[in-house]
């Protein structure tokens, strides 16, 4: 694997965060928020996981996935490939549609695929190039394509938020033939900002999409978050040691990823130094029920409250902590409180439980974008990205009453040169985007499986129904 120099600079998830580039050394083709994988030693895994196949892409930077029955949808900074995954062994890509813009988050519905760009462009097109955020006339938000043909997508059109979009979130409304967007943004550095975006932000962009108008109908609204949402402070130079003014610190208020539960009309919300848990029943008007704060959350380590999780009985939320940014070795003691994910009782916001994987891992490592195993019984099964740490999958049930993290893992798979952005239960399988390899296709052989229920669109962020 080609080796390449990079920068982290936070955006947030500096580790999935953002992408501007900085030193001399770092690539300008790839995300500066990421280190990359070293490592290719051996796989290392549990006995009962199998990596069954492999689609390369080692000239993109990967990020996250959606799906959509045998179809997964692989987002990258350079654009999104789909992928026709009925043959796990095998992975078919069926597009590779290139479209400028980092980050690339995506998600489906109802033949629209909507993408994320939280880098400044120089146009709205698909060939736009990097620019900076004072440059007149500038992109960034959401990308909006037709998929209806998998193998033929074409990009409808762009909506611009503030801030552009980092991540987001859909929240359908069929009976309104119409869906809306949840775009978490924020000032990233001084690079990134612009005249709609500037400290401390303080709110989400709500893009609503009619479906028969997707792109002339969409309009932006802005939604404030609770006055009382904490404004954090992240100094890149004071943690990476560069001279005052190099990369800058950013003050402000924002939300990293949301995930929502329709049929609980609840929104989990990993907003930075806190989470957040809102009722969602008039969609342009969330409802802050609770917040949680926990002191493991060090933004002088870059810590922060990256991605969330419902279980699909809905009682608890789990929002993972993404330490360091995705910048730094958070996993080389199992034992300390730097990049877990904690699991929290949904209706009252108490604190269950935590975790990260049981053995020392020395790459770049910290917990990242994950789901639970939709299962008949109700038993609670995440399935997580940990970077270099690959993926895991524990028993948060086990977790919950009282097991330690190493009897409650129930299976791992690091493959050679990990650095994996996403993991994903998907109809029977555990579907990654790693940053460097591609889609990885994976097998956990365990009853903890036994039960599953397949779905057939599936955005991971957007959870519809109760099961069981």
Request: aromatic share 8%; hydrophobic share 35%; glycine share 8%.
């Amino acid at each position: 694997m080609k080796r390449r120099t990079r920068i982290v600079i936070l955006g947030v998830a500096v580790a999935s965060l953002l992408a501007v580039s900085v030193p001399a050394t770092a690539d300008p083709d790839h995300r500066v928020d990421h280190p990359g994988s070293e490592s290719n030693g051996p796989d290392q895994h549990s006995q009962n996981m199998k990596l069954l196949g492999n689609s390369p892409n080692p000239d993109a930077t990967n990020s996250d996935l959606a799906f959509d029955g045998k179809l997964t949808y692989a987002g990258n900074y350079a654009g999104f490939r789909i992928l026709n995954t009925a043959s796990p062994a095998n992975p078919k890509v069926l597009s590779d549609f290139l479209c400028n813009g980092a980050q690339g988050d995506v998600s489906v519905y109802g033949g629209l695929l909507f993408r994320s760009v939280d880098a400044p462009q120089s146009s709205t097109e698909c060939d736009s190039e990097n620019v900076t955020a004072s440059t007149p006339g500038m992109f960034e938000g959401i990308q909006i394509f037709d998929v209806s043909d998998p193998a033929s997508p074409e990009h409808l059109g762009s909506v611009q938020t503030d801030c552009g979009s980092h991540t987001h979130t859909l929240v359908p409304e069929p009976e309104l033939d119409r869906l809306h967007i949840y775009v978490s943004s924020y000032p990233l550095t001084m690079a990134s900002k612009g005249p709609e975006c500037q400290e401390p932000h303080g709110y989400i962009s709500i893009v609503t999409v009619p479906l028969d108008d997707p792109v002339d109908g969409a309009t932006v609204t802005r939604y404030f978050l609770d006055p009382a949402t904490t404004v954090s402070t992240y100094d890149l130079d004071a943690v990476f040691g560069t001279p005052p003014g190099t990369l800058g610190s950013s003050t402000y208020s924002g939300c990293h990823d949301i995930s929502v539960f329709l049929e609980l009309n609840l929104a989990a919300a990993a907003c930075f130094e806190e989470a957040q848990l809102w009722d969602i029943s008039d969609p342009l008007n969330p409802q802050l029920k609770w917040r949680y704060m926990n002191d493991a959350i060090d933004p002088g380590k870059l810590d922060l409250f990256h991605s969330a999780a419902f279980s699909w009985d809905g009682e608890v939320v789990a929002f993972g902590d993404e330490s360091g940014g995705g910048a730094f070795p958070r996993c080389v003691d199992p034992t300390d409180d730097q990049g877990r994910v904690w699991f929290l009782d949904t209706e009252t916001g108490h604190e269950l439980a935590s975790y990260k994987p049981p053995r020392s891992i020395e790459g770049v490592c910290t917990m990242h974008n994950f789901n639970f195993i939709p299962l008949k019984s109700g038993a609670k099964v995440l399935v997580s990205a940990a970077y270099e740490g690959g993926t895991t999958v524990v028993d948060v049930d086990a977790l919950i009453a009282g097991a330690t993290e190493a009897d409650a893992e129930i299976g791992f798979y690091i493959p050679s040169g990990a650095d994996t952005w996403s993991s994903y239960w998907h109809n029977g399988f555990i579907i990654t985007n790693d940053i460097e390899r591609g889609v990885d296709v994976m097998l956990l052989s365990d009853k903890a499986r036994a039960g599953a229920v397949k779905l057939g669109l599936n955005n991971p962020q957007t959870q519809e129904s109760l099961i069981p």
